[in-house]
């Protein structure tokens, strides 16, 4: 889509739009470099400080998929005026402040326009080593792929603005959503990884697709071992699928191998556009147990094979 607007890239670049990687990474000196990133999202539940919290964990997820770790993030704002008011946007600010304090890193301004529907996210700026940067390229055939945080949230939340959700479901994907991806980077950076992303609006299969792509590799994902959310497969049965899984599936539908017999609630799953989700890692085998006993609610959903590039297979 902005292919054209490329132009050539400085040597500083080092990780631009090629592969449609998380965030930007520019070189600063052979031990230092910057990760940039932005993100924002409409409102995912009434709670205003709760949506701010999942707003600013979903932004600042990107510096953590690079391998790094942030340091200062701008707040961005769409803001509908004329009918919310002001003390309800300082909730949300507060949600991020909640956030940016976790994580250790400053909001040192940003911007607000006036939007008809409200928005909320971050510009954020961290640091990495840059012989350290994780990318989504470079899986390898033999690799296994170890997602962190359990599938669902674009289903939860769909079924609880149709008011056909347990609340107690509902908390606990809001839980996982204003999770930071802090502790799952901690651990990986033990491991070695290939390749990482983290895993939102494209579903887990199309951010597969990406990395397999960007790989050179196909993908195995393994239905029947997708870690979902309380809730998520009640909610997929009901028909309460976002529309964006539907969008996700044709994206991705000239790569995309369905196995017969495979449970389609699961697929669905597989597609469900995620708010805040988990990093996706490929590393060794060998590590992949100890990996997931490190991170509660991780699991190891599939394996990279050699194969036409980007393809991706859902197994039963």
């Known amino acids: 889509m902005v292919d054209h607007l490329n132009s050539d890239h400085p040597a500083e670049l080092l990780v631009g739009p090629e592969t449609g990687d998380d965030a930007a990474v520019w070189r600063i000196d052979a031990d230092r470099a910057l990760v940039s990133t932005a993100d924002f999202i409409t409102p995912v539940v009434d709670d205003a400080r709760t949506w701010g919290r999942v707003a600013a964990a979903n932004s600042v997820s990107d510096v953590y998929a690079m391998g790094g770790r942030p340091l200062f993030a701008l707040n961005l704002v769409g803001w509908n005026t004329d009918k919310l008011p002001t003390e309800l946007l ?41 012989d350290r940067i994780w990318r989504n390229a470079g899986a390898l055939p033999g690799d296994v792929l170890v997602l962190t945080k359990p599938l669902g949230t674009g289903v939860i ?7 056909m959700v347990d609340p107690s479901h509902l908390g606990t994907a809001l839980r996982w959503m204003a999770t930071l991806n802090r502790e799952a980077a901690d651990a990986l950076h033990d491991f070695a990884p290939h390749a990482v992303t983290d895993v939102t609006g494209f579903g887990l299969a199309g951010h597969v697709a990406e990395m397999a792509e960007a790989s050179g590799v196909a993908v195995e994902i393994d239905l029947s071992v997708l870690p979902l959310l309380p809730g998520a497969l009640e909610a997929a049965a009901t ?78």
């Open 239 to 316: 028909g309460l699928v976002p529309a964006g899984a539907g969008k996700n599936r044709d994206s991705i539908a000239a790569v995309l191998e369905v196995e017969d017999g495979a449970d389609e609630l699961r697929v669905d799953l597989c597609l469900d556009p995620q708010t805040s989700g988990g990093l996706l890692a490929a590393v060794l085998p060998e590590y992949a147990e100890a990996l997931v006993r490190r991170l509660p609610g991780a699991a190891v959903v599939g394996r990279v094979v050699d194969g036409e590039p980007g393809k991706v297979r859902l197994t039963r």
């Open 157 to 163: 939340t769909t079924a609880a603005k149709a008011e």
């Open 90 to 130: 300082s909730d949300v600010l507060a949600g991020g402040q909640d956030i940016a304090a976790q994580a250790g890193f400053v909001i040192v301004g940003g911007h607000t326009i006036d939007d008809p529907e409200p928005k909320y996210g971050m510009a954020v700026t961290g640091t990495v080593h840059p």
